[in-house]
Nanobody, 122 residues
Framework: QLVESGGGLVQPGGSLRLSCAAS????????IGWFRQVPGKEREGVLC????????NYADSVKGRFTISRDNSKNTVFLQMNSLKPEDTAVYSC?????????????????WGQGTQVTVSA
């Protein structure tokens, strides 16, 4: 099971840190992805971290603003979001994959959290 937390309302230019906590399995060898979705639009892969070597992939829309990290001692992956924009508003979900290297393709991920709402608005 994956559980996200940390969403909320933030002003443009602000920051949020989302957490993705796992129970029932360990995340340290899993590739973890963060995805977001707006009603009426397709789910978008935001960024991911590979289970094999910790390498990351980012969507162009978040490069330089978002970072991903993991704390294996807490079995948790974090999404740090800085310089938030109104277009970042979405439901953010984390997902786990058994693939050694991560990609921003939803079909590669087997386990999903329920999502947390992020709203960027003045």
């Amino acid at each position: 099971q994956l559980v996200e937390s940390g969403g909320g309302l933030v002003q443009p230019g602000g920051s949020l840190r989302l957490s993705c906590a796992a129970s029932g399995f360990t995340l340290d060898h899993s590739s973890i992805g963060w995805f977001r979705q707006v009603p009426g639009k397709e789910r978008e892969g935001v960024l991911c971290i590979s289970g094999s070597d910790g390498s990351t992939n980012y969507a162009d829309s978040v490069k330089g603003r978002f970072t991903i990290s993991r704390d294996n001692s807490k079995n948790t992956v974090f999404l740090q979001m800085n310089s938030l924009k109104p277009e970042d508003t979405a439901v953010y979900s984390c997902a786990a994959s058994g693939w050694a290297m991560c990609h921003l393709e939803a079909y590669e991920y087997d386990y999903w959290g329920q999502g947390t709402q992020v709203t960027v608005s003045a």
